[in-house]
């Protein structure tokens, strides 16, 4: 068995429940759940409301179910996590800031950091007391991540890290990012790359939020200008960021492409059939279409998270069932756009107060313009379905033997 499929493995103990188990831990669940996932994010707080919410969690012995416990987690099973995830369906999703922290950061540490990093960094990542972010993308690497230009050398016992990252999620809110860079220039650009865990409030790193459409902060720009970290902060092994790099992506589109219940779920299409049964457009039957397929494609979505869920439950790697998910939901964003025009109207271009519906639905209706480039696009999880799902020929790769040096990339055209 491979080292991914032990790691998976090895974070849970035996799944299996007894019927009363499984009622008395539901009990516990829902009872946790009825007295804080209130939904209050009090101002647009979420990052602050979803920590106090998760700190609650960990007091509770909810939170990282399946960690093992001198990490932080509780060292439950994964038929605990399945209940949880299906109650936690039933309330407000008061943590979905914290998918980069713990869907792509926190299982990346369990499975390629020493005993000292989890040790040091899980806990708090686990309990919410940090946030963690991902910082690969750079302004001449975005959907070839492997053209990346930071580097970082070793100096004496510490690494000092150069260079410029992108459209960071929650930077300018994190407390820590993994970071990924290039050690080894005269490797082809695929094999020279390491991976850092990183202190974003070191010095020589600068953070510049990203003003958004919707009016919002939500992603940055971040300068690495000869920042120095621990020798022992390098995560997983020298030069081989890529292959880390590329389970972090693993996680990330399963985060994404599944999200954070279980069960089949289909939430966007019960928010528009509530919409229209108040305005009186429920009985259209043009409307009524669209609103079945929006169902139909959440309803999709749900069951290939469910199946995507019951691979890992088997210790199999995470594979194209997180980009099939991913592509799911920045289809069903993009079909849902003329449908909320419609059905909300012109509340969606002004509304009378903060915090009204006219708001809640034109921030939705702007924000689902990300959900076809965050995470890759939709080209690339179009080309990792066709390659790994449905066996076509990959793209030819002209530069794949060449040593990163002689690219033409970037500032080294």
């Given at each position: 068995m491979s080292r991914w499929h032990n790691d998976l493995m090895s974070t849970a103990t035996e799944d299996s429940l007894t019927p009363q188990e499984a009622e008395a831990f539901r009990a516990k669940v829902r009872d946790f759940l009825s007295k804080n996932a209130s939904g209050n994010m009090r101002d647009g707080n979420s990052v602050g409301v979803g920590r106090e919410f998760q700190l609650k969690l960990a007091e509770a012995g909810l939170a990282g179910l399946t960690y093992a416990k001198e990490y932080g987690g509780a060292g439950l099973s994964r038929a605990h996590e399945?209940?949880?995830?299906?109650?936690?369906?039933?309330?407000?999703?008061?943590?979905?800031?914290y998918v980069i922290s713990h869907g792509m950061c926190?299982?990346?540490l369990n499975q390629f950091g020493t005993e000292e990093q989890k040790r040091t960094f899980m806990p708090d990542n686990i309990s919410g007391r940090t946030i963690w972010c991902q910082m690969f993308s750079e302004p001449g690497a975005g959907s070839d991540v492997a053209s990346l230009q930071t580097k970082a050398e070793l100096d004496g016992d510490e690494w000092v890290i150069n260079g410029q990252k992108v459209w960071t999620t929650l930077a300018h809110v994190s407390d820590y990012g993994v970071v990924i860079a290039r050690t080894n220039p005269d490797a082809p650009k695929h094999a020279g790359i390491s991976m850092f865990i990183l202190d974003m409030k070191a010095k020589g790193v600068e953070i510049r939020p990203i003003h958004q459409i919707d009016g919002g902060k939500h992603f940055n720009e971040i300068f690495l200008t000869d920042v120095r970290i621990p020798k022992s902060w390098l995560l997983g092994e020298l030069n081989n960021g890529w292959n880390q790099a590329t389970a972090m992506l693993m996680f990330e589109r399963v985060a994404i492409g599944t999200g954070s219940s279980s069960g089949v779920t289909h939430t966007l299409a019960d928010g528009l059939i509530e919409v229209a049964k108040k305005n009186g457009k429920i009985s259209d039957p043009v409307v009524r279409q669209e609103l079945m397929r929006i169902y139909s494609e959440e309803t999709a979505k749900s069951l290939v998270a469910m199946?995507?869920?019951a691979e890992m439950k088997a210790g199999r790697v995470p594979g194209p069932g997180g980009s099939l998910g991913k592509l799911h939901g920045s289809r069903i964003s993009w079909m849902s756009r003329p449908l909320i025009s419609r059905l909300v109207g012109p509340d969606t271009d002004a509304w009378e107060a903060e915090g009204s519906r006219g708001e809640a639905w034109a921030r939705r209706l702007l924000n689902s313009f990300q959900s076809g480039i965050a995470g890759g696009t939709d080209e690339i999880q179009k080309n990792i379905i066709g390659d790994r799902v449905l066996g076509l020929p990959r793209e030819p790769m002209v530069d794949k033997d060449m040593p990163f040096k002689d690219l033409k990339v970037g500032t080294q055209r």
């Open positions: 399945r209940i949880y995830r299906e109650e936690y369906g039933k309330f407000p999703d008061m943590t979905f800031e926190l299982p990346v199946r995507t869920r």
